[in-house]
């Protein structure tokens, strides 16, 4: 751990007062983050409305501007305490910011010869901004652990009213209509990063400790599920099924068997529930999109042979450019031209003659980033999962913090698993691995001064 340290004496008073102040707004920005809606999902097309996400003030969106806000009253933060640690998280975040900015050079050198739109390439930069800045405001900001302990559970708790809120919406009829069998009342952004509050809470509700309620969480989970079904959204059901088996093999034989019967006992529950509300659901979920998940022919699901088509696409894009190995930059795009897209208004296509994103955030960082990019990105994103799994490995098993770690670092495979580039998903992952690098900090520290005393001793 590098300590950074700059010049000048601050009050200790003043320095606590800001930094509770700064704590305090970052809250509230969370519980913004996570209520509004990125897009409003209505019964008879998609319709944006005014929110954070879509309307500008002064030119700029309101979600960036509390942002840049917040951004600056880190930077405040950070002169106050005279001291800036840095760890391997902050390397190799670091590093997944170098890739974009070398990105973002390829980028501009290309737009002179395939003429790139500059918004497209300010807007391949957001993931990773956003990504980046909200790790370091996690990470600065919770700086002791009752603000750590304070912030997991107003996440926890700001996740669980949205949800509850999106129930709601289902069961009156708030959303997209689906024929006459299911109401899809949330958005992808949404099931993207909620895993995040599913897996925490579902480690607590197997392995308890004396202050969890027990009662409320459950009905969390059972909430969120019925919601993920409702929904319809293959790749939640996916991420769920990995999570779940990824946390069967980190608990012991005992919680095992509870989460066996909890699966099964919550998902003939929910499944019961939707068949009262929805009876067509169970049929045509089975049929249409279950079934089409183990579909990956170019000629059968029309969702999954876009994606196949996509990927073909790309590949050919970049080959043909010589950019496989450092990638067309940032505002790079791709057109049909080695394999024809299948005419489908839900995929966004339609009608379009070049297309700079995929379905896929793989494939679009292998046409921006380039093999050798896309890899050393994911190269990053793995060490800092493994980082948390080893440190995991050597906290007490009763510990709560070690329960919500565990759900948090399941939380952002899945999230990744999603292969999504939403903007307020990486605003999550960001709040995330700023969260999981703060309490390892914590905790290193903790036990090198308990280390200390016990040799003085």
């Not at 606590?16 to 970052?26: D, N, Q, R």
């Not at 876009?306 to 790079?332: C, D, K, P, W, Y």
Request: net charge positive; proline share 2%.
């Amino acid at each position: 751990m590098l300590e950074l340290r700059t010049d000048g004496e601050t009050s200790p008073t003043l320095n606590h007062w800001f930094g509770s102040v700064s704590f305090f707004l970052f809250l509230v920005l969370l519980g913004i983050i996570i209520y509004f809606d990125d897009l409003q999902i209505t019964r008879t097309a998609m319709q944006e409305i005014p929110t954070i996400y879509n309307t500008r003030l002064l030119g700029v969106k309101i979600i960036d501007m509390l942002s840049l806000g917040m951004f600056s009253l880190l930077a405040l933060n950070l002169v106050l305490k005279q001291a800036i640690r840095i760890g391997p998280f902050h390397n190799a975040m670091g590093v997944i910011v170098l890739i974009y900015c070398y990105a973002a050079a390829v980028g501009f050198i290309y737009s002179f010869v395939f003429r790139y739109d500059y918004v497209i390439w300010l807007q391949d930069f957001q993931q990773t901004i956003y990504m980046s800045g909200f790790f370091l405001l996690t990470y600065y900001l919770l700086d002791a652990r009752r603000k750590w302990a304070a912030f997991v559970v107003c996440l926890l708790v700001f996740m669980a009213l949205k949800n509850i809120l999106i129930l709601y919406w289902s069961l009156t009829g708030v959303g997209k209509l689906i024929g006459d069998w299911a109401v899809r009342a949330s958005q992808n952004s949404e099931f993207a990063y909620f895993p995040m509050m599913f897996f925490p809470l579902l480690i607590l509700f197997l392995q308890p400790t004396e202050k969890t309620p027990r009662l409320l969480v459950g009905l969390v989970l059972l909430v969120y599920l019925f919601n993920s079904l409702l929904g319809i959204y293959r790749t939640v059901w996916v991420m769920l099924i990995v999570g779940t088996i990824y946390l069967f093999f980190h608990l012991d034989r005992v919680s095992r068997i509870k989460l066996a019967l909890m699966a099964a006992g919550g998902l003939s529950f929910v499944l019961v529930v939707i068949s009262i509300f929805f009876p067509r659901f169970l049929a045509l979920a089975w049929n249409f999109k279950f079934a089409s998940i183990f579909d990956w022919s170019v000629s059968g699901d029309r969702s999954n042979a876009t994606r196949i088509l996509e990927f073909i696409n790309v590949t050919h894009r970049v080959m043909s450019n010589f950019a496989f190995l450092q990638g067309m930059g940032l505002g790079a795009w791709w057109d049909d031209s080695a394999r024809r897209l299948l005419p489908d208004l839900g995929s966004g296509f339609t009608y379009k003659t070049r297309f700079t994103t995929t379905h896929m955030w793989y494939v679009t960082q292998l046409l921006k980033l380039g093999f050798l990019g896309t890899i050393v990105y994911w190269g990053c994103i793995y060490k800092m999962f493994r980082r948390t799994r080893e440190h995991l490995r050597s906290m007490a098993a009763h510990r709560w913090e070690r329960k919500v770690l565990l759900g948090l670092n399941i939380g952002l495979l899945c999230a990744f698993l999603s292969s999504a580039d939403f903007v307020r998903l990486f605003i999550m992952i960001g709040i995330n691995i700023g969260l999981t690098a703060r309490w390892i900090t914590l905790d290193t520290e903790e036990r090198a001064l308990r280390t200390g005393d016990s040799a003085t001793a």
